[in-house]
């Protein structure tokens, strides 16, 4: 069904190839995932596919891709619209129409088929993928993870005999993502549809996927193979891979139950050990520092960094917050999770003072969020959102640490230095677009942290990032979290909750279900237990290090 033949891309002003001899053939009828290192050019072979590149992004492409049998370098992405679905990582990007009703039917409209045909499918994908409640409603009103289940209806309502899919549950909660997933499986095992996709959870995707294309690094062929033979060699791999490889388990399981299977010895062997438990966190002494300080520290003692009382918020008809209480102290890490449209967000934004209480109070320090200048605000706590460009508006790296800079009243130099800290090979010159989603979600943080605000607020940290990212990042907030900084994050990423915060606040409908102690509550919640948690039940273990250490 979709055929590389000896493909290469080279984009205008780069020396070298994003991808490189780039052969092998996705069949009719197979889930095939695409997996490998951030940069190492996933995103460029999904394009291919759809046409997008290079008739859209630009660049050169050497080499033939075919999709049913149409070469897509003398069909342009419109004239593979009937064949070929694509939803990339931003659903934004997608949007046409208004509302979600609308978005389902617009591509069979412009394909013109019949009004009866599309109403028929339009409910259809509304019962699919849990969207019936929200037809009518605006799409600019939804949450991120509901946009990424309306941009994939979007797709599957016109029938494309291919799904080309980037990072499709990234924006999910775990329940939603397992449905989006169950509804792409059945599209492959019952009406024969053939989807490529890229992922950097593989917890969730590798046990769908007939087969797995292995980028190992740039320039590098990729290698195609089933899920456990690549999985033995990949550089990157599930929290189930890597205790399994940890265990010397043959063959390794790609599942939580093929895991389980395996794990009595293991479970033996830990029963004697107690799993560390994440203490309360309290201001360390002024040691050493992960970034060199230009002014002092803002005062950093045991009372809250932020405090919220019975908080409402409505934003337009919805109820997004109802009665929340949470109070944040300073060195403490907290994961907010819940569905999607929880109100999750909503939470950060009035932290940050985006949104104003219709009730109830919200104090970060001594100020009213709401009420505060953002100039005076950015000194007290800072918000990374779920997509970094929304924070980053000048046309290069430098020019954003400069404006970061003058922003936060900082000595010239000290976002750079953050930067550098964090990131060291970015140019200065380097287009902020043109970066990775990890390498803008870095320098939005370095933005954000120069004016060293005492709380930090992520929203959907880890969307984009590899295993390697993630590591890069939970060391970074880790040591943020030493020095007394505050962090609360909004997250699906069950397995960065386990490896980084003391708490989890779990909301539901905009309420506080539960709030404590992170093996406490994620354990007790099928849905947003991590892999490790599942397979070594009932003993309380939550990542793979902690069952490393353990063994040494």
């Not at 009595?264 to 050493?288: F, I, M, V």
């Not at 230095?417 to 990775?436: F, G, I, K, M, Y």
């Not at 997250?491 to 490896?499: G, N, P, R, S, Y």
């Amino acid at each position: 069904m979709i055929r590389f033949e000896n493909v290469s891309v080279t984009y205008d002003g780069v020396p070298e190839p994003a991808v490189h001899d780039v052969d092998f053939e996705v069949p009719e009828g197979e889930l095939v995932l695409l997996v490998g290192p951030s940069g190492v050019g996933k995103s460029t072979i999904l394009g291919a596919v759809s046409g997008l590149v290079p008739h859209f992004t630009g660049g050169t492409l050497h080499g033939r891709v075919t999709v049913a049998g149409r070469d897509t370098r003398t069909h342009k992405p419109r004239e593979l619209a009937d064949v070929v679905g694509t939803v990339g990582q931003d659903p934004l990007s997608h949007f046409v129409t208004d509302t979600v009703e609308d978005e389902l039917a617009y591509g069979m409209e412009s394909l013109g088929l019949a009004p009866d045909v599309m109403r028929r499918r339009v409910e259809e994908t509304l019962d699919l993928l849990g969207l019936a409640d929200l037809r009518h409603r605006p799409i600019s009103t939804l949450s991120g993870g509901q946009q990424q289940r309306v941009a994939i209806g979007s797709v599957l309502t016109p029938h494309p005999r291919v799904l080309v899919l980037d990072e499709p549950t990234s924006a999910l909660d775990p329940v939603a993502a397992e449905e989006v997933l169950a509804v792409l499986q059945r599209l492959v095992h019952d009406l024969g549809t053939t989807v490529l996709m890229a992922e950097h959870r593989l917890e969730r995707v590798i046990q769908y996927a007939d087969q797995v294309a292995l980028l190992p690094g740039p320039g590098e062929r990729p290698w195609l193979g089933t899920p456990a033979e690549v999985m033995a060699v990949s550089p990157v791999y599930p929290p189930v891979v890597d205790l399994g490889r940890l265990a010397d388990w043959s063959p390794l399981p790609l599942t939580v139950r093929d895991a389980r299977r395996k794990a009595a010895p293991l479970r033996t062997r830990l029963a004697h050990h107690e799993p560390p438990q994440q203490h309360d966190p309290t201001p360390p002494p002024p040691t050493r520092r992960l970034f060199k300080r230009t002014k002092p520290d803002h005062a950093m003692t045991t009372a809250p960094v932020a405090e919220v009382r019975s908080l409402a918020v409505r934003r337009d008809r919805v109820q997004a917050l109802r009665d929340v209480d949470l109070t944040v102290t300073p060195g403490e890490t907290i994961a907010l999770m819940g569905r999607n449209g929880a109100g999750k967000s909503t939470l950060l934004s009035a932290l940050v003072g985006l949104v104003a209480p219709a009730s109830g109070s919200v104090r970060t320090g001594d100020a009213i969020p709401h009420r505060t200048r953002p100039r005076d605000l950015v000194r007290r706590v800072g918000l990374v959102p779920q997509e970094p460009r929304d924070l980053l508006y000048a046309d290069t790296v430098a020019a954003e640490c400069a404006a970061a800079d003058r922003d936060a009243e900082a000595p010239p130099g000290t976002c750079r230095a953050l930067l550098t800290e964090l990131l060291p090979s970015v140019a200065d010159d380097t287009h902020p677009r043109d970066l990775s989603e990890g390498q803008r979600l870095t320098l939005a943080l370095a933005v954000v942290l120069t004016a060293r605000p005492p709380l930090l607020l992520l929203d959907e940290p880890t969307r984009g990032l590899d295993y390697a990212a993630k590591a890069r990042l939970v060391k970074i907030l880790r040591g943020l979290a030493s020095e007394g900084h505050a962090i609360v994050m909004a997250t699906h990423d069950v397995e960065l909750a386990a490896e980084l915060a003391h708490r989890v606040v779990l909301l539901a409908e905009g309420e506080v279900i539960a709030d404590g102690p992170s093996a406490e509550v994620v354990v007790a919640s099928p849905s947003f237990a991590p892999q490790v948690a599942k397979i070594l039940a009932p003993q309380h273990w939550l990542t793979v290090s902690q069952v490393r250490e353990a063994l040494r």
